[in-house]
């Protein structure tokens, strides 16, 4: 997670706890990578990128440690839309090369199906109203650590593990994506605890508090920054515009296959 600069770093750490449906795709070692969300008692959602972290070809199906238990996969369905990616990994499981064709990246987002329900956890419901604009959002992920005054960078990564929060404001819809700007500490628009995703945090929610429910409106996909002088290398400075798939659009496709009415 990316936060501000003049901040206490300490007001972004988050307790896994209080978000049990929230889990990461892969852990090596000490480094957790991409983000999935449990939205029913047997079904995940995520970035379609980061399904090449799911070794199918495995002797051991790939398995997630959510809330202390392990659940193994027993299937990942991308949505049509977004095209062709898959993982090229070694005998002993290890991601070797990724080969992604996409069509559309607004549509980067895959439902993962466990083999076994996850009783003990309540499931985050879809939202499906189209009112996003201007609501704000919960980020939440396990990925590099970094702040807006000199961002990320990818050849020297941050990443201490810890699980971080962050709240940013929807600004706008492209194509399928809801999309919002980090924006500088000076800035009208700026939150307290204003922050965008990191490298690894991809497959990430952005929650919606209606009511004291909590709803997944995103799911991170990409960022950019509007100003092509950036620094490509150093993702997430003030001005980065991040990218979300927007959940309210695709309700009908997650819900045919979870078998949700």
């Not at 995940?44 to 199906?61: D, E, F, G, M, Q």
């Not at 049509?80 to 090369?97: N, S």
């Amino acid at each position: 997670m990316i936060i501000r600069h003049d901040v206490d770093p300490e007001l972004y750490l988050a307790n896994e706890s209080d978000y049990p449906a929230v889990f990461p795709v892969r852990i090596h070692e000490k480094r957790k990578e991409c983000v999935a969300t449990l939205i029913d008692t047997k079904w995940a959602i995520t970035a379609a990128h980061c399904t090449v972290l799911i070794n199918p070809t495995s002797k051991n199906p790939h398995t997630f440690l959510i809330n202390n238990k392990n659940y193994p996969v027993k299937s990942v369905i991308i949505h049509p839309e977004f095209g062709e990616v898959r993982g090229v990994h070694d005998e002993g499981g290890q991601l070797i090369d990724v080969i992604m064709e996409p069509k559309n990246m607004s549509y980067d987002v895959a439902l993962i199906e466990l083999s076994q329900p996850v009783q003990d956890i309540k499931p985050i419901q879809l939202y499906s109203n189209h009112d996003e604009i201007n609501q704000e959002v919960v980020l939440l992920g396990w990925g590099d650590f970094a702040n807006g005054k000199i961002g990320a960078n990818r050849d020297q990564p941050v990443n201490d593990g810890q699980f971080r929060k962050a709240h940013n404001l929807i600004e706008g819809i492209e194509d399928n994506y809801l999309t919002f700007r980090f924006d500088a500490p000076n800035s009208s628009k700026a939150l307290k605890q204003e922050g965008v995703n990191g490298p690894g945090d991809s497959g990430g929610p952005a929650f919606i508090l209606k009511a004291k429910q909590m709803y997944i409106a995103g799911v991170s996909s990409r960022g950019y920054y509007a100003n092509e002088n950036e620094d490509p290398n150093a993702e997430g400075k003030y001005g980065w515009i991040e990218n979300y798939v927007r959940i309210s659009s695709i309700t009908n496709w997650i819900n045919k296959h979870i078998g949700q009415p």
